[in-house]
């Protein structure tokens, strides 16, 4: 691992199209890009025994937390030839179809960004101790589980 500054990924509320577009359109100066991937994780509406999810309310350790998400992007770099990766995720109220986690990755190559974006997803589903409260539209919750 290397000694690089551990970055802030978290937000609060929801991650705007705004940003996102931004986010992208800042890497039109980086030529030796070939291919860029992203990841979007949106809140459901989920119908749980008769209860409509309305929003996710979300909470982490946050040191804990940035920590893992800095070992994720180290090993995503060893085990992939990526120019770039960001990561992006909510704290507090995301209202149902709002955006809640925001990875972006490039490579000079497409097959790249396509195996390090899921490598990357699915680590960030297991080892980061992020927690989404589902409230309910009649304004009762339940701890989500990640599935």
């Known amino acids: 691992m290397s000694d690089k500054k551990l970055k802030t990924v978290f937000k609060e509320g929801a991650i705007s199209s705004e940003f996102i577009g931004e986010a992208i359109a800042k890497h039109q100066t980086k030529t030796s890009i070939g291919a860029h991937n992203i990841f979007l994780g949106q809140v459901r ?3 749980i025994n008769g209860k409509t ?7 982490a350790y946050e040191d804990m937390a940035n920590q893992k998400f800095h070992e994720i992007r180290e090993v995503a770099f060893e085990k992939f030839e990526l120019t ?5 995720h909510s704290l507090g109220v995301v209202k149902a179809g709002e955006i809640c ?3 972006f990755v490039s ?5 790249v960004v396509f195996d390090a974006l899921e490598f990357i997803v699915e680590e960030i589903k297991a ?3 992020v927690f989404g409260k589902e409230i309910f539209e009649d304004d009762t919750h339940q701890w989500k589980k990640n599935t």
């Open 84 to 88: 770039c990766m960001h990561i992006y």
């Open 101 to 103: 986690l925001f990875v």
């Open 107 to 111: 490579s000079p190559r497409r097959k």
């Open 127 to 129: 080892n980061v101790p």
């Open 45 to 47: 509406a989920d119908v």
């Open 53 to 59: 999810v309305s929003a996710i309310e979300y909470t």
